[in-house]
């Protein structure tokens, strides 16, 4: 299909408006404004992020500490509630089976008119008890008499004789041997068809024997809907006796159950609706812990309850041994929601903070950047004539001043360019020509350093003189560097061999080389070369007077120094060291290593009575004995750049137990190379590898 000429007009014109848009699009959000504003959005954002999660935290500290404030109050009101019921109940109860008259009546059965005058009495009591009922139960003849709120029982008060056969009658019998004074119990009574919450008063006689078991009972189902389940949302209340059991539960079955099953180890407990075995200790040792004392008493714990954490709060009645425990849900007494206010409070706030800040930004930055930002374009194009006003004496106005004084100073250099670029050529090859005739001086005196250096170190033919098989690797980091070895002939076959690391590197490390090698050259004339230690402790004050008056205020040198001495005849050798060690390797391929003292040579931190140790070596043919410097140990390379390190250095070794030493040298040197792939040599390095299976015959003499 081919369009009129005037719609593709049309489609071309819109396609190139919508690329416009989107390149002013990209341009608006890679300008200073557009990017600050994407800044501003995403911290409010992250500030408001974070906020909220904070005030999350907060809130529900708040919320777990009024939860538990909260679970202690509501403990303290039930138990006051219960008391409340309770204990009116319990002290007529008590008063009942305080009367002389009942109690004369229960030493006296028979008697027509005590009967008539006690059962009066009862009734009198029926009308007090809140449940308008009484039990009264006599031990010698085992009858029980009770009556209920409809006066059904009338006339007719004995109910039945209490039979130790019965197990629904075990709580009598249980009651009369156990208890002393009063028990309460929630019990079933088939015969009545009554559950209640059962007052058990003793009936004392004048000797103190029990004569029987008086009281009334609270109906447990008026108990537990104005005790137990008048709890607010997310609060629940459990009753519990000293032994944990259950005595009240907002699911009435369970107090059901428990009101139905005479065996007490089969009765639900509060700790049975406890989660975690290890809330469930904690809990029973509180409800314990609170019983011991017999006095008014709280405690709390968290618990878990139906796998979600609740807060838990115990008060404890010793008046009837029982304990409340009031079980609340924090997130359900204190909801979020109440702190939603402030939540709000606080995003405005942060809101109208950051727009504010955004908008003095603007006004005092942004304008004004944008501006010069123009004013700099005029400027590329060549327009050097303009000058922006400076409005403000601040950073910005700084600028702008700066930006006139630089057009003009631009102006200026292009109406004269040649003129001064001529002349600038003209002095920098002058300073060109200057500079490589003192680079020319420098490296002469860096070469006739490096000459020095290599006339002190010990000479290839005074080792092959020494040894059948050695090895050298010195591979300074410059052209001359901080390491040095040196070898002195001690007898017919006997020698000292010294492996130094001095501080620094290039020219300033070769000159601490110079200083140290004549130090140690004096030392051993002076001491001789049969006790390594003493020499590095003579070293040691040597260089510290030495370097002592030449110090600065940051300025600290010294050494590291290894020292093998190989007694004439060969039949013992002895190693010190400075911080350098010995690495002994053995003919099966095992590597020894002797660690050097801890201290370093002419170092501040090194004492000048410093002590060093000599160290026996062993010597067994086919042992090959190797000092070097931490710079062979230092260099870093590999795929991670890690160091080569003791491990690595040793399996290389062990790689070329079986190679003569000559060749030890370039095989290292070629590891080094490969290892380091390309990377920059950190530290000075040298590494002097010997065997002692035969020794030639020098003169004394030092290399």
Known sequence: ????????????????????????????????????????????????????????????????????????????????????????????????????????????????????????ELDSYRELFADHSYFFAIDRSRNYYFNNAENEFAGRELRYRLDPADPTLAWYFATIEKVDRFDLHVDNNPQLGVTKIWINAIVHGEDGAKLGVGGSGLDLSAFLREIVRSADPGVEVWLSDEGGTLQGHPDGALIESNATTRDERLRKTVYDLVSDPAERDRLRAALDALARTGQPGDAQLALTVEGRRRLAAISYLPEIRWATIVVVDPAEVVRLETFRPILIVLGVALLATILIVSWLLNRLVLARLARLTRHTREVASGNYATALAVDRPDEIGQLTASFNEMTATIGDYTHNLEDKVAARTDALQRANTLLEASNRKIM????????????????????????????????????????????????????????????????????????????????????????????????????????????????????????LHVAPGRRRATFAGAKLGLWIGEADGTLLALKGDRHSIGYRRTPADAAFTNQPVALRPGQRHYLFTDGILDQNGGERGFAVGRARLAEWLRDAQHQPLAALAATLAQRLADYRDGLAQRDDITLVAVSLDRISHPSRSSA
């Open 1 to 120: 299909m081919v369009l009129p000429p005037q719609r593709r007009a049309r489609g071309q014109r819109a396609a190139a408006d919508a690329q416009a848009g989107a390149a002013v699009s990209a341009a608006r959000f890679s300008s200073l404004r557009g990017r600050f504003l994407l800044l501003v959005v995403g911290v409010f954002l992250g500030v408001g992020a974070l906020s909220v999660a904070g005030f999350l935290r907060v809130a529900d500290g708040i919320i777990e500490s009024l939860g538990a404030g909260y679970a202690k109050q509501y403990a303290s009101q039930s138990r006051g509630r219960i008391l409340a019921r309770i204990q009116r109940e319990l002290v007529l109860a008590q008063k009942l089976v305080a009367s002389p008259l009942l109690r004369q009546w229960a030493a006296d059965e028979e008697n027509p008119e005590l009967r008539r005058l006690a059962l009066a």
């Open 444 to 563: 002469d005196s860096i070469e006739y350093a490096r000459l020095i250096q290599a006339a002190l170190l010990a000479k290839p033919a005074e080792f092959a003189r020494l040894f059948d098989d050695g090895a050298v690797l010195w591979q300074p980091r410059d052209v001359v560097g901080g390491d040095f070895y040196a070898l002195y002939a001690d007898g017919e076959d006997g020698c000292l061999l010294a492996v130094g690391d001095c501080t620094g590197h290039g020219v300033p490390g070769a000159c601490m080389t110079m200083a140290a090698k004549a130090l140690l050259d004096r030392a051993v004339a002076e001491r001789g070369m049969h006790d390594p230690a003493a020499i590095l402790s003579d070293l040691n004050r040597g260089l510290r007077a030495l370097l002592e008056s030449g110090r600065g205020a940051g300025g600290d040198n010294g050494l590291d120094l290894a020292l």
